[in-house]
């Protein structure tokens, strides 16, 4: 079955640049996650649910240490 949601569309579609901006991300955040250490700020709270799949409907605030 064709898909017309998501970002980047679906089916004939497709974004064209889909792929990239997926790589992108992925580079993004591997390099977050090597440059800093989050931790949760003081105070906040974080109550996940079980859904399709892991989401924190109304965020969670962090707090970035540089790592040395």
Known sequence: MLSAGGAFGGGPRLCMGASLAKLALVLVIATVARRYRL?????????????????????VRLVPTART
Do not use: D, E, N, Y
């Open 39 to 59: 931790t949760l700020a003081p105070g906040a709270k974080v109550s996940p649910f079980a859904a399709a799949s892991f989401l924190i409907p109304q965020g």
